[in-house]
């Protein structure tokens, strides 16, 4: 560890205990928020007291993650940070996002959906989903509460980006400040391990893609489609058209996942996630994947503070297209759209605007057998 920073470690844990200054190859510092494992019956209506799929790696259980705090900033290292106050970096694709943080050493990774699903999953469940940037520098909701704007970076004469982590309170997952900041807007975020292919979902299992030695490509053999009649996991057939495997359709003007897709349309559409649905072909072990990864609502969760219309998020999807990669959270225009279920499945792994961004990850590496 590089000495000059141990102060600023102290200073971190003992201010956040649940928060740390990781080093990378490079002894360069992020800080980043601990999710401690916890179980599907922890933040899902279900009975099952199996491990969330984002704690498991390569078969393994793993104590938790280790998420970024704030959106990522990329430096000329070739490395990606998670700093506060920065403007995160922008304008690249998905595949350069993996690299920069796969830079930074074993266990390295850009989030992966399961992360994700797993942050958005507990704020749900605790009542404490956040606001963030989704107005030109403020939430939808609020009037006065406003982050500190990147200089020079404007939308139409507003304030676009924001410098991470310096939105008020509400802007953390937790709404407190060892928290995650600014998962609702200010810019999206890619994520790795899930796609679509021609409407099919293919899933890298569990949270095997925050091995970074697993590879998360295109033509990756690590992809996964999903048996609707089971969860069962099988090896897709390269063309989207999987026997009983699970696949977006477009029902009455919302997603509804199926077995067959009768509404497919190489174009991006958009629906309410809370409108999501499973057709009668997708049993319940399949539902509660989808559902533990943020692709589908918990209708039956109940509790105090729990938001039934998931923050009026939105799920934008391309079902015909070869590959659709997913990017989350959304952007400063987003409205009251964005938040921790926006999901956009619409953008091929090469897209890159001034608003697609990412976050970086850490997991201890099970040891092997």
């Not at 940070?81 to 074993?106: C, R």
């Not at 990147?150 to 939308?155: E, F, K, L, N």
């Not at 890298?204 to 089971?230: C, E, G, L, T, Y």
């Not at 109940?302 to 923050?311: A, K, M």
Request: overall charge negative; charged content about 20%; some cysteine.
């Amino acid at each position: 560890m590089a000495t000059n920073f141990d102060a600023t470690r102290l200073a971190v844990q003992t201010a956040f205990p649940t928060n740390d200054l990781l080093f990378d190859d490079k002894e360069m510092p992020s800080i980043h928020v601990f999710i401690p494992k916890f179980r599907l019956c922890d933040v899902l209506s279900t009975q099952s007291t199996e491990t969330h799929p984002a704690f498991i790696v390569n078969g393994k259980e793993i104590d938790g993650f280790w998420f970024g705090k704030y959106q990522s900033t990329c430096t000329d290292t070739g490395r990606a940070y998670s700093l506060p106050a920065e403007d995160p970096t922008v304008s690249h694709p998905l595949d350069w996002f993996v690299t920069q943080t796969n830079a930074k050493g074993a266990g390295w990774h850009e989030i992966s959906n399961a992360e994700w699903a797993a942050v958005a999953l507990w704020c749900h469940k605790h009542g404490c989903e956040p606001k963030g940037n989704n107005n030109y520098g403020k939430d939808s909701s609020e009037t006065y509460y406003e982050a500190i704007p990147v200089p020079g970076v404007q939308d139409n004469g507003k304030t676009a980006r924001v410098r991470t982590g310096t939105g008020p309170l509400t802007w953390s997952h937790n709404g407190r400040m060892d928290g995650i900041w600014d998962m609702n807007g200010n810019i999206w975020e890619w994520c790795i391990g899930l796609r679509l292919v021609k409407g099919e979902l293919q899933i890298i299992p569990n949270n095997n893609a925050a091995d970074n030695s697993v590879s998360n490509s295109a033509s990756s053999n690590a992809w996964r489609a999903i048996k609707a009649s089971d969860g069962s996991l099988v090896a897709p057939d390269g063309n989207g058209t999987t026997t009983g495997t699970i696949k977006l359709n477009r029902v009455n003007n919302h997603w509804e996942w199926d077995t067959t897709i009768s509404d497919s349309k190489d174009e991006s559409r958009s629906a309410a996630f809370k409108d999501t649905t499973a057709a009668a072909s997708v049993g319940d072990a399949a539902k509660l994947i989808l559902m533990s990864l943020a692709l589908m609502p918990d209708t039956a969760l109940t509790g105090d503070g729990i938001d039934v219309n998931y923050g009026n998020d939105y799920f934008w999807a391309n079902n015909a297209a070869d590959e659709r990669c997913p990017i989350r959270g959304g952007r400063w225009i987003s409205g009251e759209g964005a938040g921790v279920f926006y999901l956009d499945l619409g953008n091929p792994r090469s897209a890159s605007w001034t608003s697609y961004g990412g976050r970086s990850a850490f997991v201890k590496l099970p040891a092997e057998a």
